[in-house]
Structures are given as C-alpha cells and as structure tokens.
C-alpha cells in the first residue's frame, strides 16, 4: 500500500498569511495527487487533483505543486473561511490511502 | 445539481450487519464509479471501497475485504454498502462520493455522511 505522510499535524496562522502544506507518498504516484478541505461537520471538498489542477469554483489562492514522492498546497492570503483541515490523497491505486491531514488553526 | 444522500446508519451490536444507501442525482449515475469514504470520530479519511460504473468490478480496503460488500442499482441510481460481522472499530461517519471521470483526480462529489455506531 502507498502510505501518505501529510505534515504539519497541525498549523496556526492569521488571516493575510500564506501556508504550505506538504504530502511524501511511500512510492513514486506520478502526479495521481488530490487535496480535500473539510470544515467540522461538513463533507471534504475537493480542492485539487492531478497535484496542480484547481478544480472548478475553488479559489486561485490555493495552489498544488509536486511530483514523484513530494507534493505541497500552498494557500496565498489565508481568509477567515480557510481555516479548516486539509488531506492529501493518493489517487494513483487502490487502497486510496490519505494523509493523516492538517488541522489549520486561526492564530 | 448533483446531490448524494446516504441513508442507513444508526447504532448495531457487534457481529451484527446493516445496509448503507446512497441516492444519488442530478448526474448520470452509470457514466460514474462510486465509492465509500469513512471517518472514525475525531479521525482522518480512509477510502472503504470503489465499485466500477457497471458494476462489473469492486475493490476494497483490507480490513473489509470478506466483511462488507458495495453494490449499486444503475435502474434506481443507488449506490449501497452491506457491512456484516460489524466490529468496533467500523464505528465511523460513512460518505459516499463520485470519483472523477478520471479515477486518478479523486472524488468529485460527497454526501453529508451517515453515521454508523458499533457498540454493545
């Protein structure tokens, strides 16, 4: 199985601030990486696949970058509605493991 | 617009089975593979299963391989789970979700998650 290792566990920040979250894959997933927001109690969103490509609707603050192993989300000028958790998700092969994910704290 | 709905949860003895349900619209269901997606309280994601668009082919995470089954009715555009021998550790908010039309890019579309409780 591919196991995600997501970091930080967890991140505080203020609003205006920029941040990087940064997934390691166990093996090479060829790009095959997706990131999710979840706010509590709701469902994840889709933010980004194919480890760059936004989906529709989302924000062009958030950004995906990587390759091979080493993949990153970056979030320009944090707003208040950002402040969520966040998960990396291998989408190459089954298990579809996800990253342990990254609780983003307003500071 | 596409809506998921699951349906089904609630508390279970364990040993026991219960059947999951997602209905799903606003999109043409046997074009999608669908899955399961659970999180445990105060836990991360795990995928659970994918089922093809036809049906034809099925895939499962280890720890409910033998135990669960994903089914779906193309005609009723409904996606199930029958979970059987129920453990503790199944104890868990289960969403359903769309993969992409390209598998590889994740899962496009949630439900608002069912919650499923597997205590004595």
């Known amino acids: 199985d591919i196991q995600m290792t997501q970091s930080p566990t967890s991140l505080a920040a203020s609003v205006g601030e920029s941040v990087t979250i940064t997934c390691l894959a166990s093996?090479?997933?060829?790009?095959?990486l997706v990131w999710y927001q979840q706010k509590p109690g709701k469902s994840p969103q889709l933010l980004i696949y194919g480890a760059t490509i936004l989906e529709d609707g989302i924000p062009s603050r958030f950004s995906g970058s990587g390759s091979d192993t080493q993949y990153s989300l970056k979030i320009n000028s944090l707003q208040p509605e950002d402040f969520a958790s966040y998960y990396c998700q291998n989408g190459l092969s089954t298990p579809y493991t996800f990253g342990a994910g990254t609780k983003l704290e307003l500071k | 617009e596409v809506q998921l709905v699951e349906s089904g949860g609630g508390l279970v003895q364990p040993g026991r089975s219960m059947k999951l349900s997602c209905a799903a619209s606003?999109?043409?269901?046997?074009?999608?593979?669908m899955a399961w997606v659970c999180q445990a309280p105060k836990k991360g994601l795990e995928w659970v299963a994918t089922i093809s668009y036809d049906g034809s082919s099925t895939y499962y995470r280890d720890s409910v391989k033998g135990r669960f089954t994903i089914s779906r009715d193309n005609a009723k555009s409904t996606l199930y789970l029958q979970m059987d021998s129920l453990r503790s550790e199944d104890t868990a908010t289960y969403y359903c979700a769309r993969h992409e039309i390209l598998t590889t890019a994740g899962f496009d579309y949630w439900g608002q998650g069912v919650m499923v409780t597997v205590s004595s």
């Open positions: 093996e090479d997933i060829y790009g095959s």
């Open positions: 606003g999109f043409t269901f046997n074009n999608y593979d």
